[in-house]
Every structure is written in structure tokens, then in C-alpha cells.
């Protein structure tokens, strides 16, 4: 694809985004550069506004997925929630590839942009994975609650794990980061945009369940063999503040 | 007895259990109303020695009727004992179990009264978990040595993953240090397990229920203990892989506990760095597609602690280099040191559809410090490297990593191999 000289500049959603691919590829051509409100304001250059049509963003949506294998219509979904400066424009490569072959995106790993998603969304997951061990929840009245602190925007890849884990209960996990509730209620799961921490009327009662946690890893560590730094590398600090293990 | 002070005492003894992992599980039939696996397992914490805690690991009882002398809970120490009953440890394993803690059980025991009774209580406990709770999380139990047939396969349909530990590498070992075991009770219900795991593969494929040890089982050794070498500890674990299609072999350094004239003294190191070793030799077994015969011979039966077995073997098979990264195949980039599974699935996938450049190799994940002196690409190799194997050895190690090695080898010079000079390698690294 031809590549023109504009910038476009876009809402950051990912109907938004999915306009921006109709404009461009109706253009037959790839802006240069694609901005969104969180890079916008680093930037010097005016860039033209493209405004979200949900109609045509979902009409691509639906096209997208038809035409599209599910293994790379994932990958260019995760890669949308990738944290990667300029993944837009990423994207807009990986559908161009993606139309063209039967081949999975992955084994294009020999094009920068494909390389640069792969690996951002790899970071993403990998946080998501860490976090599955990591989040601790303790019971307010009859609700399971946690507070997360995340780099990447994990919340709609953490859900679904707990949701099928406790089927039967009711779940809260508070992303401090994104200022992002989500809310499980037996199975079902709901996100909260820009919300604040939720406040409780009752205070957690669990001191002796968190005693006896800390009593049991205390007696499982082999002090003959410390070894902080390879803790460190596995469970890295920033972690922690949510952690049972490690408060007072 | 408190609670807490029980599973003080208990998770204490159950600390020198390796294993902790909570993988393996592909289809997770087993029914029930809380609790889920997941095939790569989960960690929920790490402790201050660098271990990963993924399960609740506690021994039931700590009141052992055996002598065993590596064993800290032989019943000649002077330690405190403590009994659970199922209904703590399953109440237990729930209650940490909503709050995230763990991914699931890992229940141990010492041999109480004798080992069906030790089995009935296990499977108790397992069963008030899977059957009142509808627990369907990881389990995973210790077989109990000596028990009877029946209760090791009722064992086998509660847990997701079984495991005998070998505990030493050798019979006669075996026969010096643990007098109460029979070793051929030892391998009995491994045995078992194997008959038991391709008798089911054989039943129609769509099942319900649970099924036997879905996750497989692993066992471990005790390192440094007894006089086996390295090459005899290896070829164990290859046989053990394939004859009993074992998941995991673990090792575990002795940590001197007992005062024994059988044992070495209790001031002694453990031997940290020979384990390591034996892992990296064992992920070449599992990963690398290596032979036994292929990282240790008859003639060099030990380890070089210098260098790891994969850097050395390529160094020694030095004619077989480099390896063209354009066209090799999976299994010849492999064998490059700095080159993993993972690295070398994404040279093969990348240059599916382009043409690879040495520039690009690093970020492929290829470790290029370690891989530039034995790969080339499109018939280009990288510039300026002396190709000498001596200058080679010195460059894998770095002098920083060469002081760490120095002072956690444990082997006396009469065994240290004399692949390279150490002492002109001391000079260049004191430059």
C-alpha cells in the first residue's frame, strides 16, 4: 500500500480505530502517522480529525472478522490493547497482511510491524498472566475484592479467568492505573469505565486467614538458600503493594 | 493444637519437596462447583529463596515411623510432630484458595501407623475436597511408598498429579541411607501409575468424570548426599522419561539436617551450583532433544561448572559449527548456544516470508554474545571473532559470572575437568 504524507488523529476507541482502517484503506493509501488523545498532546503538527462512524466502524468490524482467520483477528485485536507507541499504524500493515495470506500473522515475524505487536502483545499477556498468580482478593460481606495496578490494560484478559474460576461468587477488581472496575457476578462479567476505587460500609475481618498465609510462607522458605534477586526477577516489586504477603 | 502452629510445623517438614508446579492439566473433565486449571499453571508467590509457591505444600503428619537418615523427619530427631485432621487441611485449602493465594494442594506425609493407613487418610481428605466442596482446582499428592495397590489407584482418580520420589540415585544408596525403604517399593506404584495412564489413553476419547493423574506424575532426588556422578544422576533421568513417561525429574541440593556419620558434615554448602547444572542438563533432555550420552560421556562423568552442558557440548563438537540460520533446521538451531525453543521457532518463523540479516537476530531473541561464534547468516558470519575454542570458553563466561562460579564450586580440583587451562584463563580474567 501506497503510503501519503498526512497525520490522522482519532477518539483512541476501537470503533474509532476501525474508521480510521475504512478511511485508509478506501484511500488506498496509509497515513503516515495516526495519533490518538494519549499521544496527540506530545505531538507538534495539526492533525486532521477523523471522526468515529459506528456504522462503518462495525461494518468493517463484521468484514473483518469474515475475511479474516480467528487466530489473526485476535492478534489484531490484542495488538489494539497492546501498549506500543504508533500501533495503530502497526495495525494498518498486519490487516494489509493479513487480507493477502491464509497464513497466520505470527509467522510473518519477519516484518518490523508485525515484530513490534507481537512482542508488545506478549508483554501485555505475560502481565496478565503474572497477575492471575499475583491478584489477592479477600471477602467484604459476600464480595471477592482486589486492587490492581497494572502497566497494560489487562482487565478484559484477567475476567474471564477468575469468572470461570469461582463461578458461584461475586467479584471486584479495581484497576488503580486505568481507573477501571470489573465487576464478575457469578459468571458474568461487566467493565466500569473511569469509575473510582469503590468504598465498602464494612471493613474486611480477615486478619486470621492473611496470619496464617504469612505463618505458611514464612515456614516454606529455605533460608539456606536466599536468593532475593531471583524473587525480585520473578515477582518484581511493583507487585507487591497489592499483595497479603507483603503487608503489615 | 493451634492451627497456625500446626501448619508452621507441618509446611516446614514439607519445605525440602521440590515440586510445587500446577501444570499439565489439557482438559479438565473433573466436575464440581469451584476451581479451574490451567495447562502452563500458575504462581502465586515466591519466597525469599527464589521458589515459586503455586501450591498449599503441607506434609499431613510429620510423625514418621521410618529412620531415614537424609530425611529430617526421621523418627530419631528431636523435632515437634503434628497430625492434621482432612477436615483442616481441606478447610484450609479452600480458604486460601478463594483469596487467590494458590492454585491448589500439594499434600505430602510421612508414613504414620503404617502406609494404608497414611493412604486411607489422604484419599479422606482428597475427598472431602473433590466431592463436599466440589473443589475442581490442582491437586497434587505424594503415592505413598509400600501402600496398597487399590488405595494408590482411588489416590490416582482424586489428584492431577502423583509423585514417588526416588529420593536417592542409586540402590545401594538407597539400601545405606533409608534402611526402612524397599527400593522396589519405590518404583512399584510409578509403575503403576504408567500401566494405569495407557490403559485409560485406550478407552473411548470423550469421557466424563475425572480422570487418572491427568497432569502425570514427576518424582526427585537428593543431590550431594551420596557418592553417584553427575553422568549416572543423567542417565537415570533419561530412562526415568521414557520408561515411566515421567513430567518432571527434580533435584533438590542436600541441605545437610542431620547430624550422620553416613552424611557429609553438617557445615557443608549444598551443592547449589551442581543442581543447577543438572536442571540445564535436563532441559536439554525434555527441550533440546540431547541424549544422555551426549551431554556427559565415560570418560568426563561430571559436570564442567564453568560452563553450562549446552555451551560446552557445542565447544566440543566444534566442527559441527556454525550453523546457517537462513537454512538450518529447528533442530540444528537448537543445538547454537544463545538459541532456545523460543528463538529458534521465531527464526524459523520469520524467515517463512523474508530474508533473515544478522542484524535482525537480536531482536528475534537470540542471545547474540553467546551465539555469534557459532551461527552465520546466508553464508555471512559476524565480523572480527576469533575463532580459537580456549578464546571461545573465555568469552561464554563473563569475569563477573566467572567469580560467582568460582566460589559456589563445590567440586575438589582431582574432579574438575581440564577442558580448559584454568590457570591462563584466571590470568586473562584478572586483566
Redesign the interface.
Known amino acids: 500500500m501506497r503510503e501519503s504524507a498526512e497525520h490522522w488523529e482519532y477518539d483512541g476507541s476501537f470503533l474509532g480505530f476501525l474508521t480510521v482502517v475504512d478511511r485508509s484503506f478506501r484511500n488506498k493509501a496509509f497515513p503516515t502517522m495516526i495519533l490518538s488523545p494519549e499521544t496527540a498532546v506530545e505531538r507538534l503538527f495539526l492533525a486532521e480529525w477523523v471522526a468515529t462512524d459506528p456504522v462503518r466502524g462495525e461494518k468493517i468490524y463484521h468484514r473483518l472478522r469474515q475475511r479474516l482467520r480467528p487466530e489473526n483477528f485476535l492478534f489484531i485485536q490484542n495488538g489494539f490493547y497492546a501498549t506500543l507507541e504508533g500501533k495503530e499504524r502497526y495495525l494498518l500493515d498486519a490487516i494489509e497482511i493479513a487480507l493477502q495470506t491464509k497464513?497466520l500473522l505470527?509467522?510473518?515475524?519477519?516484518?518490523p510491524s508485525i515484530?513490534a505487536l507481537r512482542k508488545s502483545i506478549r508483554t501485555m499477556l505475560g502481565e496478565n498472566?503474572a497477575l492471575?498468580?499475583?491478584?489477592?482478593?479477600?471477602?467484604v460481606g459476600d464480595v471477592?475484592f482486589?486492587k490492581i495496578n497494572p502497566k497494560h490494560y489487562v482487565m478484559p484478559y484477567l475476567c474471564p479467568?477468575?469468572a470461570?474460576?469461582?463461578?458461584?461468587?461475586k467479584i471486584m477488581i479495581y484497576d488503580e492505573t486505568h481507573e477501571l472496575l470489573g465487576i464478575i457476578d457469578h459468571g458474568d462479567i461487566h467493565l466500569m469505565a473511569h469509575t473510582s476505587c469503590p468504598e465498602f460500609a464494612e471493613a474486611s475481618n480477615?486478619q486470621d486467614?492473611r496470619?496464617?498465609?504469612k505463618?505458611?510462607?514464612?515456614?516454606?522458605?529455605?533460608?539456606?538458600?536466599?536468593?532475593?534477586?531471583?524473587?525480585r526477577?520473578?515477582?518484581p516489586l511493583r507487585f507487591r503493594g497489592n499483595?497479603?504477603?507483603f503487608k503489615a | 493444637m493451634e492451627?497456625?502452629r500446626k501448619?508452621?510445623?507441618l509446611?516446614?517438614s514439607?519445605?525440602?519437596d521440590v515440586s510445587c508446579s500446577s501444570s499439565g492439566v489439557e482438559n479438565n473433565t473433573r466436575p464440581g462447583?469451584?476451581?479451574?486449571t490451567?495447562l502452563?499453571g500458575?504462581?502465586?508467590?515466591?519466597?525469599?529463596?527464589?521458589?515459586?509457591?503455586?501450591l498449599?505444600?503441607l506434609l499431613f503428619t510429620n510423625a514418621c515411623i521410618f529412620d531415614c537418615h537424609y530425611c529430617i523427619n526421621r523418627k530419631s530427631n528431636a523435632i515437634p510432630r503434628a497430625t492434621f485432621t482432612p477436615q483442616e487441611v481441606a478447610d484450609?485449602t479452600m480458604?486460601?484458595y478463594?483469596?487467590?493465594?494458590i492454585?491448589g494442594l500439594f499434600l505430602s506425609s510421612a508414613i504414620i501407623k503404617n502406609p494404608d493407613y497414611t493412604c486411607e487418610l489422604l484419599i479422606k481428605t482428597l475427598k472431602i475436597l473433590r466431592e463436599e466442596k466440589g473443589f475442581r482446582g490442582y491437586i497434587h499428592i505424594k503415592a505413598i511408598p509400600g501402600a496398597d495397590e487399590k488405595l494408590i489407584e482411588e489416590l490416582g482418580f482424586l489428584a492431577d498429579r502423583m509423585s514417588v520420589n526416588v529420593e536417592l540415585p542409586s540402590r545401594e544408596s538407597l539400601k545405606l541411607l533409608a534402611p526402612d525403604k524397599d527400593p522396589f517399593d519405590l518404583y512399584k506404584p510409578m509403575k503403576q501409575i504408567t500401566t494405569v495412564k495407557k490403559e485409560q489413553e485406550f478407552l473411548p476419547a470423550v469421557r466424563r468424570g475425572p480422570s487418572f493423574v491427568p497432569a502425570g506424575q514427576s518424582t526427585q532426588m537428593i543431590i550431594g548426599a551420596s557418592p553417584e556422578s553427575d553422568r549416572s544422576i543423567v542417565k537415570i533421568s533419561e530412562n526415568l522419561y521414557q520408561k515411566y513417561q515421567l513430567k518432571r525429574v527434580y533435584y533438590s541440593?542436600y541441605?545437610p539436617v542431620n547430624q550422620d556419620n553416613l552424611l557429609p558434615a553438617v557445615t557443608t554448602e549444598?551443592p547449589?551450583l551442581r543442581e543447577h547444572r543438572l536442571y540445564q542438563a535436563d532441559w536439554l533432555l525434555r527441550y533440546y532433544k540431547f541424549t544422555a550420552d551426549e551431554i556427559l560421556s565415560e570418560d568426563k562423568p561430571n559436570f564442567n561448572l564453568y560452563l553450562d552442558p549446552k555451551a560446552d557440548w557445542a565447544v566440543q563438537n566444534y566442527q559441527r559449527f556454525p550453523v546457517d540460520v537462513q537454512t538450518a533446521t529447528y533442530d540444528q538451531l537448537l543445538r547454537v548456544p544463545g538459541i532456545g525453543p523460543k528463538s529458534a521457532q521465531?527464526i524459523v518463523?520469520?524467515?517463512?516470508?523474508?530474508?533473515?540479516h544478522l542484524t535482525?537476530l537480536k531482536?528475534?531473541g537470540i542471545v547474540i554474545k553467546r551465539a555469534q561464534y557459532f551461527i552465520a547468516c546466508n553464508r555471512e558470519t559476524p565480523a572480527g571473532l576469533i575463532k580459537d575454542p580456549e578464546w571461545i570458553i573465555t568469552s561464554l563466561i563473563s569475569s563477573k559470572q566467572y567469580q560467582i562460579l568460582k566460589k559456589h564450586n563445590t567440586q575438589s580440583t582431582s574432579e574438575q575437568l581440564t577442558l580448559f587451562d584454568v590457570e591462563r584463563f584466571e590470568h586473562a580474567k584478572s586483566r
Not at chain 1, 164 to 169: F, G, V
Not at chain 1, 215 to 231: G, P
Not at chain 2, 33 to 36: A, E, F, H, I, K
Not at chain 2, 43 to 51: K, Y
Request: net charge negative.
Open positions: 497464513d505470527e509467522n510473518h515475524l519477519g516484518h515484530l498472566h492471575q498468580g499475583f491478584v489477592r482478593f479477600e471477602y471477592l482486589s479467568h477468575f470461570e474460576r469461582y463461578p458461584q461468587e480477615e486467614i496470619q496464617q498465609w505463618t505458611f510462607l514464612r515456614a516454606v522458605t529455605i533460608d539456606e538458600r536466599a536468593n532475593y534477586a531471583a524473587q526477577n520473578h515477582m499483595m497479603t504477603e | 492451627l497456625e501448619i508452621e510445623i509446611a516446614e514439607a519445605k525440602y462447583t469451584v476451581g479451574s490451567q502452563s500458575i504462581c502465586h508467590s515466591f519466597t525469599p529463596d527464589g521458589r515459586c509457591v503455586s498449599l505444600k484450609l480458604d486460601f478463594m483469596r487467590n493465594y492454585e541440593a541441605i549444598p547449589l521465531n518463523k520469520a524467515r517463512k516470508y523474508y530474508r533473515l535482525d531482536k528475534l
